[in-house]
């Protein structure tokens, strides 16, 4: 079965909405999942041995912590171009 090439979005200096799951206290208050703005700093990261990545990812410096996460498409809401 061949799937072909994935539909790869998401690039280096896209602005984007990320999807993080919630900490425990809001998990309390019903929230499930928390937003967070960042700016994606890396391009897809690809597999070293060039087999097929599952689940690729990008860098996403989140503005509010200052913290990079390794994060994937579905994660991403891209909310402009770079």
């Given amino acids: 079965m ?3 090439p994935l539909n790869w979005k998401i690039k ?3 602005l984007v909405k990320a999807r993080l799951a919630a900490l425990y206290h809001e998990h309390l208050l019903g929230d499930n999942f928390s937003y967070k703005y960042g700016l994606v700093i890396s391009d897809k ?3 070293e041995n060039d087999q097929l990545d599952i689940f690729p990812c990008v860098q996403v410096f989140i ?3 200052g ?3 390794y994060m994937r498409e579905p994660e991403l809401e891209i909310i402009s171009n770079a």
């Fill in 12 to 14: 280096k200096g896209d």
């Fill in 63 to 65: 503005f509010s912590s």
């Fill in 67 to 69: 913290s990079t996460l």
């Fill in 2 to 4: 061949n799937i072909g």
């Fill in 45 to 47: 990261i690809d597999n």
